[in-house]
């Protein structure tokens, strides 16, 4: 017995240092954080906020005081005649001035910030949005590779127990209890299965690249989703998810801050014909610029109105072009309440729909695991045909693709709804996260072929 633990405990300690460390698998904000890192269009709407706002300052520049400072020396030679004797002199000249300008009335200037100001909402808003279309695209590239994987576990199950019936067909026919067409009709099938699994494991590889396309690095596993309960959505009326849509989703937010901009612009360009009134202070000195040793210093201001007349027909052609470019933005605007009130009704009816597909495919799933064993049994015993075992074993590799896709699309539907409602938060990444198992995905992968 002491001989028989001690050889147990050897065997255990070999295959542990065989399989080496244990395999450390990604989770959904291990690749949501790496996203962040490298995605260009999250940093692009970070930049854009960033110019938006530089662009602040600028308009409002044009309405704060502008001082300006000139000065000059130079060499002059001097002939003067008609004021008495000739005056023939060499000497230097020097001048300086400081100007105070101050906008009193500047319609252009105003407008000018009303547009900067409508660009910094619609730069925070696309931040936004381009914050939560990255967890719905990190969410959906990481669950599409699970879905994958899952699909091809399955094809590589399904693979194995059609070369089992093969095998069992043609041991049948050597000991002459089978027949010739049962072999075939094995072995066509289980020739299928070969080729589904190369479909199958190529989807996967299609799958990861998606997911390097955000993340530009390669994950080799993945956890995968644990034992979850169906959810319906909460509440389970779409009335205040259509509401909660329409008041924070930030697509309609940035084209509602286009459309001020749009009408700032066509005020911008309507008010280049208006007047502009400007207050101008100059303290100026001077010396030698009319006569050789007369100095100058003087102090002045003046109130300047400035009223353009005719500017050859521009002012009316860019009001004009600017209002046609506010009927864009305003008619893209109702195009995206409609797309935001059909998505978010969309996502909630697929939220509700997911919930009663994955309570049907797990009961389908359970079904046509026994189905099969009693049908392989019954085929052992000569009560069923061949032809019903493998119809039994496709049922069942699509019934268990079925739950598969149930399973991750009832995931993928509540991340689907928040997102549609304008509220999906960092947060539910985390809650998404917590669903998922800390087994890597392969170790799942060969239990699952252990245990056809």
């Known amino acids: ?182 072999v075939q009709e094995a072995r066509a099938n289980f020739q299928a299965s070969r080729a589904s699994e190369i479909v199958a494991r190529n989807a996967v590889r299609v799958a990861r690249q998606k997911l390097w396309r955000l993340t530009h690095r390669t994950f080799r596993h993945l956890r995968d989703l644990g034992p979850i309960r169906a959810q319906l959505p909460h509440p389970d009326v779409v009335g205040p998810w259509l509401a909660a849509a329409f008041a924070n989703q930030p697509l309609l937010h940035e084209a509602q801050a286009n459309v001020r901009a749009a009408r700032a612009t066509v005020h911008f360009e309507e008010r280049a014909a208006w007047p502009t009134l400007t207050v101008v202070g100059v303290a100026q000195h001077g010396l030698g610029l009319l006569l050789p040793r007369v100095e100058v210093n003087q102090v002045g201001a003046s109130l300047d109105l400035s009223f353009p007349i005719y500017q050859g027909g521009g002012v009316s052609a860019q009001t004009e072009r600017a209002q046609a470019a506010a009927a864009v933005t305003s008619n893209r605007l109702r195009d995206i309440r409609d797309s935001i009130r059909v998505d978010t009704k969309t996502a909630f009816l697929d939220l509700q729909s997911s919930a009663s597909e994955l309570h049907a495919a797990r009961a389908a799933d359970t079904a046509a695991r026994v189905s099969l064993r009693a049908t392989r049994k019954g085929y052992e015993v000569g009560t069923r045909s061949i032809i019903d075992v493998l119809n039994t074993a496709t049922e069942d590799a699509a019934a268990e693709r079925s739950y598969n896709l149930a399973l991750y699309n009832q995931v993928m539907a509540r991340v689907a709804l928040k997102a549609a409602a304008g509220i999906l938060k960092p947060q539910d990444i985390l809650a998404i996260n917590a669903l998922l198992s800390r087994t890597p995905v392969r170790s799942v992968r060969r239990r699952q072929a252990e245990n056809p």
Do not use: W
């Not at 706002?53 to 060499?75: E, I, T």
């Not at 381009?130 to 693979?159: G, I, P």
């Open 1 to 182: 017995m002491a001989l028989s633990s001690l050889g147990r405990a050897v065997a255990v300690c070999t295959c542990l240092l065989v399989a080496g460390p244990p395999v450390r698998a990604a989770d959904l904000l291990r690749i949501y954080r790496a996203a962040v890192a490298h995605d260009p269009v999250l940093a692009q709407a970070r930049a854009q906020l960033a110019e938006d706002r530089a662009g602040l300052p600028v308009a409002r520049s044009a309405l704060y005081p502008h001082v300006s400072a000139a000065a000059s020396v130079g060499g002059n030679r001097a002939h003067v005649t008609g004021i008495g004797l000739p005056i023939l002199a060499d000497y230097l000249s020097d001048s300086y001035s400081v100007t105070l300008t101050q906008p009193l009335f500047n319609g252009q200037a105003l407008s000018a910030l009303g547009v900067a100001r409508a660009q910094v909402r619609a730069g925070e808003a696309g931040l936004v949005q381009a914050e939560q279309h990255l967890m719905l695209a990190v969410t959906d590239a990481y669950f599409s590779v699970l879905e994958a994987q899952a699909d091809a576990r399955v094809a590589e199950k399904q693979r194995r127990l059609l070369g089992a019936i093969y095998r069992q067909t043609r041991a049948f026919l050597r000991v002459g209890t089978g027949d010739a067409i049962a």
